[in-house]
């Protein structure tokens, strides 16, 4: 396809927007609140569940709409809250060709050891022998561990039932984020997601901060496994005889980013109370089983005062006090409540949803199927103001054009939208800071972003993606290719589902009168057959797709 077209096409997408119209049903109350009764299932009642499936989901599928309208959305919300009643086996069975995700720590650590130091030293000098390359090339090494995990939460993205659970497990890690290339986490990164956000992800937000707390990944991404009293001294291994001190890493973020929030009232004092507090958690033997462990000896056993209230449990209680506090903090409420509103309603939380979210929070001891009902039966949810209001960050995009084009895959064709992913801008488990992954547009709209999302929707479109596979064709019918118009029409109601701007409709239309996107019957007769794989690539490329 020529660049100036694609440009053409991203230079719309930039500067786009769309709304998409709900129109008001009759209502009925249940557990999700107020929701419009089944008599109201209607043309808008199906325009509602692509709303609610934009939002709630990776993006729909073909036909996916009139599922949740045929048992309605109230009842399809359901489900997805309470993902064991969901079978999902297709995806379990695919997964199944990535080993590494059912791995212990420790069998990570032995069965994808880092190279020796010998090894490192020829590689870093250029000094390996062909033999010795190909040996390297075909031994298990730790970034398989990273490649695997990301492959499976792509594969999870496009095939999966349980797209609420999905949804939020991408959410929670970047809640509590750790970053892959740091150290020892590449090895602990699988049981992280697995053992502590994927079950907690639909559950209590107490445990979950527990459970965050006491792991391996984030006590050494946040350097809290070396944090101690000052002037411990270290008395083994191969720091032995180095003095120690407090890190407030962990500290910091705890409460900037995980409870809090930056404005949530706490003061440098309390972070390093807080560090205090949590002196003498570590890690247990980190280069093998690599377990939590609590060490009297680097604790801080003097008292503490945070946010005004005394610490005075002892030992390894400090921190658990410490969690207990935060959790039950007002701020912690409005802070979990905004990324929750952030993530499901608009950039900038209605205020109001806000407050009604943190209620609810506090009224449940910080449930999150509880809170995510609330978001869900709110007007704010539903409303056109809000409709489209969220461009899809990088695996988003990805993720969701696979699912529009009906894709199936394999491992390798999840590790390879992975890769996409990251060519995009988002690198799975890659994000260095504390913060994550941005949960804003600003971040993802620029124009070198927008033409990497075009490339990768052609590449998709025409088959060109390893281990992917996607019938667009299937899209408009074999016989409509030679009426160029009703095969834009048909993609514009199959992959926008009838959201297209004028000015959308207006740029690619004019993609419709020259090559590439005709081209002559093989008899030279008769009208031009058009490439419904480029045109369907350029509405995926419209701004109408970017957003959710």
């Given at each position: 396809?020529r660049?100036?077209?694609?440009?053409?096409?991203?230079?719309l997408?930039?500067?786009?927007?769309c709304?998409?119209?709900?129109?008001?049903?009759?209502?009925?109350?249940?557990?999700?609140?107020?929701v419009?009764?089944?008599?109201?299932?209607?043309?808008?009642?199906?325009?509602?569940?692509?709303?609610?499936l934009?939002?709630?989901?990776?993006?729909?599928r073909?036909?996916?709409?009139?599922?949740?309208?045929?048992?309605?959305?109230?009842?399809?919300?359901?489900?997805?809250?309470d993902?064991?009643r969901?079978?999902?086996?297709?995806?379990?069975?695919?997964?199944?060709?990535?080993?590494?995700?059912?791995?212990?720590?420790?069998?990570l650590?032995r069965?994808?050891?880092?190279?020796?130091?010998?090894?490192?030293?020829?590689?870093?000098?250029?000094?390996?022998?062909?033999?010795?390359?190909?040996?390297?090339?075909?031994?298990?090494r730790?970034?398989?561990?990273?490649?695997?995990?990301?492959?499976?939460?792509?594969?999870?993205?496009?095939?999966?039932?349980?797209?609420?659970?999905?949804?939020?497990?991408?959410?929670?890690?970047?809640?509590?984020?750790?970053?892959?290339?740091?150290?020892?986490?590449?090895?602990?990164?699988?049981?992280?997601?697995?053992?502590?956000?994927?079950?907690?992800?639909?559950?209590?937000?107490?445990?979950?901060l527990?459970?965050?707390?006491?792991?391996?990944?984030?006590?050494?991404?946040?350097?809290?496994?070396?944090?101690t009293?000052?002037?411990?001294t270290?008395?083994?291994?191969?720091?032995?005889?180095?003095?120690a001190?407090?890190?407030e890493?962990?500290?910091?973020?705890?409460?900037?980013?995980?409870?809090?929030?930056?404005?949530?009232g706490?003061t440098?004092?309390?972070?390093?109370?807080?560090?205090?507090a949590?002196?003498?958690?570590?890690?247990?033997?980190?280069?093998?089983?690599?377990?939590?462990?609590?060490?009297?000896?680097?604790?801080?056993?003097?008292?503490?005062?945070?946010?005004?209230?005394?610490?005075?449990?002892?030992?390894?209680?400090?921190?658990?006090?410490?969690?207990?506090?935060?959790?039950?903090?007002?701020?912690?409420?409005?802070?979990?409540?905004?990324?929750?509103?952030?993530?499901?309603?608009?950039?900038?939380?209605p205020?109001?949803?806000?407050?009604?979210?943190a209620?609810?929070?506090?009224?449940?001891?910080?449930d999150?199927?509880?809170?995510?009902?609330?978001?869900?039966?709110?007007?704010?949810?539903?409303?056109?103001?809000?409709?489209d209001?969220?461009?899809?960050?990088?695996?988003?995009?990805?993720?969701?054009?696979?699912?529009?084009l009906?894709?199936?895959?394999?491992?390798?064709?999840?590790?390879?939208?992975?890769?996409a992913?990251?060519?995009?801008?988002?690198?799975?488990?890659?994000?260095?800071?504390?913060?994550?992954?941005?949960?804003?547009?600003?971040?993802?709209?620029?124009?070198?972003?927008?033409?990497?999302?075009?490339?990768?929707?052609?590449?998709?479109?025409?088959?060109r993606?390893?281990?992917?596979?996607?019938?667009?064709?299937?899209?408009?019918?074999?016989?409509?290719?030679?009426?160029?118009?009703?095969?834009?029409?048909?993609?514009?109601?199959?992959?926008?589902?009838?959201?297209?701007?004028?000015?959308?409709?207006?740029v690619?239309?004019?993609?419709?009168?020259?090559?590439?996107?005709?081209?002559?019957?093989?008899?030279?007769?008769?009208?031009?057959?058009?490439?419904?794989a480029?045109?369907?690539?350029?509405?995926?490329?419209?701004?109408?797709?970017?957003?959710?």
């Open positions: 396809m660049r100036a077209r694609l440009v053409a096409v991203v230079a997408a930039a500067a786009g927007s709304s998409c119209a709900l129109s008001d049903e009759p209502a009925a109350t249940t557990r999700l609140g107020t419009p009764a089944p008599a109201a299932l209607s043309a808008s009642m199906v325009e509602r569940g692509r709303h609610v934009q939002r709630v989901t990776y993006g729909p073909p036909r996916d709409a009139e599922q949740v309208k045929a048992i309605g959305f109230a009842a399809w919300l359901e489900r997805q809250l993902p064991d969901i079978d999902d086996a297709v995806t379990e069975g695919a997964l199944a060709a990535l080993p590494t995700l059912a791995m212990s720590i420790g069998d650590q069965e994808y050891p880092r190279p020796d130091a010998e090894t490192r030293r020829k590689l870093a000098g250029g000094e390996m022998t062909r033999d010795e390359r190909r040996e390297l090339r075909t031994a298990k730790p970034f398989q561990i990273v490649g695997e995990l990301q492959a499976a939460k792509m594969l999870r993205a496009v095939t999966s039932e349980r797209q609420l659970q999905e949804v939020m497990v991408d959410f929670w890690f970047n809640h509590f984020n750790v970053f892959a290339g740091k150290g020892e986490v590449r090895w602990y990164l699988t049981a992280y997601e697995r053992d502590v956000i994927r079950p907690h992800a639909l559950g209590r937000f107490p445990d979950l527990r459970a965050t707390a006491h792991h391996p990944a984030m006590l050494f991404y946040l350097d809290n496994w070396l944090s009293r000052p002037g411990f270290v008395r083994a291994g191969p720091n032995a005889g180095r003095r001190g407090l890190n890493n962990y500290a910091r973020e705890l409460m900037e980013l995980h409870t809090l929030g930056v404005d949530g706490y440098q004092a309390d972070v390093t109370e807080v560090a205090r949590f002196t003498g958690w570590t890690i247990e033997r980190p280069r093998q089983e690599a377990r939590f462990a609590f060490r009297p000896a680097m604790h801080d056993g003097g008292d503490k005062l945070v946010l005004g209230r005394p610490v005075r449990a002892g030992g390894q209680r400090d921190g658990d006090e410490v969690l207990e506090l935060l959790t039950r903090h007002p701020a912690t409420a409005r802070f979990v409540a905004g990324k929750l509103v952030r993530r499901f309603v608009a950039d900038d939380p205020p109001a949803l806000v407050e009604r979210v209620a609810a929070y506090h009224a449940s001891g910080g999150i199927r509880t809170m995510l009902r609330v978001i869900f039966a709110a007007p704010e949810f539903l409303a056109p103001a809000t409709a209001a969220k461009i899809k960050k990088p695996s988003e995009f990805v993720a969701s054009a696979a699912r529009a009906g894709a199936t895959l394999d491992a390798r064709g999840a590790a390879a939208l992975a890769r992913s990251a060519e995009i801008g988002e690198g799975l488990y890659e994000a260095q800071p504390p913060t994550g992954h941005p949960d804003r547009a600003e971040a993802w709209v620029n124009p070198g972003a927008l033409l990497a999302r075009m490339n990768f929707a052609l590449a998709l479109a025409e088959g993606v390893p281990g992917v596979w996607v019938d667009v064709a299937g899209l408009v019918g074999d016989d409509d290719r030679r009426q160029p118009d009703l095969v834009l029409e048909r993609l514009l109601a199959s992959l926008l589902h009838g959201r297209a701007t004028a000015a959308t409709r207006s690619l239309s004019a993609q419709l009168a020259a090559p590439p996107l005709t081209r002559v019957a093989p008899d030279n007769r008769g009208p031009a057959e058009t490439d419904v480029k045109l369907a690539a350029l509405v995926l490329g419209s701004p109408e797709f970017q957003r959710r």
